[in-house]
């Protein structure tokens, strides 16, 4: 054995989800050296598969810059060691070093036995607390927290390709195009929803003002009335048009069914923001019956909660507006809680701040007409999402219809 070499091992759907091949990929792009010393290839679908390399660096660093490379792609060490703790010397600050969290399910090695990081989320540190583990973002970071260190004694659980079959990740291969029939994507699509919600799975939409502007509110509007949508994630942009174009008919002034401008309609959504600040709150606008339809009447309505973030740019903003952002960001992180599939329609900023709260293994469908958006998210870490590049005022009454053939 070389002086500067590591046995490790990694094991899963090691062939069909491509773990092995990144692993020797980062090797090789790394100038490192391997050699297979055991490899068990599952026989049958739902086997798992079993590898053990030998990795040879130039010098201890180069081999540690290669061991921490492939270890966020799922390989371990062959002798396991226990993670390394440090007191965080103060609220927000982390020690140096800290272990920085990607997306994918992760496991640390702590009192001789692997438990799970709990609430995991891409860029955060794991804070350690008894036999228990924590993702935890640097503003929820308190003096003297037990915080991980190093690379050591963590483990990455990669993703792997879905198994289920037939569903619109597997038909669309997982990339973002436009070149694709469309309405064979919303069928895809609706098909998707219906089964999540056959198995109690939750499912969040992350909304923009664009689903009121391109006509798409009614369909929003449908799924969350017939019991498919368990939360609304959006700023204040959706809610004030959705309200605006709920009591008089124009989103930022223009008539949503012909496009045209209305009289005066320029102040439309300040008359629908104002509205909201005379009932009090988007609740009780319902319950006056002043707010007789949308997606925030629905979202009211039947009990689906919502959270709204502010900007510095929002227009009132509404009083239900969360305007602290690590509080809004705290509640949507409470919204997305054991969410099954995210629905990012139209906005970039939310979207890109709710794929970095979730783990890797939520389905993420991002619909949005630029590809730039859908790439952006996709590049900042949530590359498990399948990107469609299309009018959602088109695609999302057609994944509506869809599900109501299924009723």
Same mark, same amino acid.
């Given at each position: 054995?070389?002086?500067?070499?590591?046995?490790?091992?990694?094991?899963?759907?090691?062939?069909?989800?491509?773990?092995?091949?990144?692993?020797?990929?980062?090797?090789?792009?790394?100038?490192?050296?391997?050699?297979?010393?055991?490899?068990?290839?599952?026989?049958?679908?739902?086997?798992?598969?079993?590898?053990?390399?030998?990795?040879?660096?130039?010098?201890?660093?180069?081999?540690?810059?290669?061991?921490?490379?492939?270890?966020?792609?799922?390989?371990?060490?062959?002798?396991?060691?226990?993670?390394?703790?440090?007191?965080?010397?103060?609220?927000?600050?982390?020690?140096?070093?800290?272990?920085?969290?990607?997306?994918?399910?992760?496991?640390?090695?702590?009192?001789?036995?692997?438990?799970?990081?709990?609430?995991?989320m891409m860029d955060k540190c794991i804070v350690v607390k008894g036999n228990r583990a924590f993702c935890v973002p640097v503003r929820d970071v308190k003096k003297g927290d037990q915080i991980i260190v190093g690379e050591g004694g963590v483990k990455i659980n990669?993703?792997?390709?879905?198994?289920?079959?037939?569903?619109?990740?597997?038909?669309?291969?997982?990339?973002?195009?436009?070149?694709?029939?469309?309405?064979?994507?919303?069928?895809?699509?609706?098909?998707?929803?219906?089964?999540?919600?056959?198995?109690?799975?939750?499912?969040?939409?992350?909304?923009?003002?664009?689903?009121?502007?391109?006509?798409?509110?009614?369909?929003?509007?449908?799924?969350?009335?017939?019991?498919?949508?368990?939360?609304?994630?959006?700023?204040?942009?959706?809610?004030?048009?959705?309200?605006?174009?709920?009591?008089?008919?124009?989103?930022?002034?223009?008539?949503?069914?012909?496009a045209t401008l209305a009289y005066h309609g320029h102040r439309n959504h300040m008359d629908a923001i104002n509205s909201v600040f005379k009932a009090g709150s988007i609740a009780n606008m319902v319950k006056t019956k002043k707010l007789t339809k949308g997606i925030m009447y629905e979202c009211v309505k039947n009990k689906v909660p919502f959270v709204l973030a502010g900007s510095i740019r929002d227009d009132g903003p509404l009083p239900d507006v969360?305007?602290?952002?690590?509080?809004?960001?705290?509640?949507?992180?409470?919204?997305?809680?054991?969410?099954?599939?995210?629905?990012?329609?139209?906005? $970039?900023?939310?979207?890109?701040?709710?794929?970095? $709260?979730?783990?890797?293994?939520?389905?993420?469908?991002?619909?949005?007409?630029?590809?730039?958006?859908?790439?952006?998210?996709?590049?900042?870490?949530?590359?498990?999402?399948?990107?469609?590049?299309?009018?959602?005022?088109?695609?999302?009454?057609?994944?509506?219809?869809?599900?109501?053939?299924?009723?």
């Amino acid at each position: 054995m070389s002086k500067f070499s590591q046995e490790i091992e990694v094991s899963g759907h090691l062939i069909d989800s491509l773990i092995l091949t990144k692993i020797f990929d980062k090797i090789m792009d790394l100038q490192g050296e391997f050699q297979v010393q055991e490899i068990n290839i599952g026989k049958r679908k739902k086997d798992q598969s079993y590898a053990r390399l030998l990795v040879k660096g130039k010098n201890q660093k180069h081999l540690d810059e290669i061991l921490q490379t492939i270890y966020r792609e799922g390989a371990v060490s062959k002798v396991q060691k226990e993670i390394t703790l440090k007191k965080s010397p103060k609220n927000y600050v982390m020690p140096d070093n800290f272990y920085s969290t990607t997306n994918n399910h992760t496991q640390v090695f702590h009192k001789g036995k692997w438990i799970q990081v709990e609430n995991m989320m891409m860029d955060k540190c794991i804070v350690v607390k008894g036999n228990r583990a924590f993702c935890v973002p640097v503003r929820d970071v308190k003096k003297g927290d037990q915080i991980i260190v190093g690379e050591g004694g963590v483990k990455i659980n990669p993703p792997e390709r879905p198994r289920e079959g037939s569903n619109v990740f597997e038909f669309m291969g997982s990339s973002s195009s436009s070149e694709r029939p469309t309405q064979h994507i919303a069928k895809k699509v609706a098909d998707d929803i219906y089964n999540t919600k056959k198995k109690d799975g939750k499912i969040v939409i992350v909304g923009g003002p664009a689903i009121v502007h391109t006509g798409a509110s009614d369909a929003v509007s449908e799924l969350i009335r017939s019991g498919y949508i368990d939360g609304v994630l959006a700023g204040n942009a959706l809610a004030v048009h959705d309200i605006e174009y709920a009591t008089i008919g124009t989103s930022l002034g223009m008539n949503v069914h012909d496009a045209t401008l209305a009289y005066h309609g320029h102040r439309n959504h300040m008359d629908a923001i104002n509205s909201v600040f005379k009932a009090g709150s988007i609740a009780n606008m319902v319950k006056t019956k002043k707010l007789t339809k949308g997606i925030m009447y629905e979202c009211v309505k039947n009990k689906v909660p919502f959270v709204l973030a502010g900007s510095i740019r929002d227009d009132g903003p509404l009083p239900d507006v969360i305007t602290d952002v690590a509080q809004a960001q705290r509640e949507y992180k409470k919204v997305l809680k054991d969410a099954k599939m995210v629905i990012m329609i139209s906005t $970039m900023l939310h979207s890109i701040a709710t794929g970095n $709260m979730l783990p890797a293994n939520v389905k993420v469908i991002v619909v949005d007409i630029n590809q730039p958006t859908v790439t952006k998210l996709m590049d900042r870490g949530t590359w498990q999402a399948l990107g469609i590049v299309s009018d959602v005022g088109a695609f999302l009454p057609m994944v509506a219809q869809q599900i109501r053939k299924k009723k």
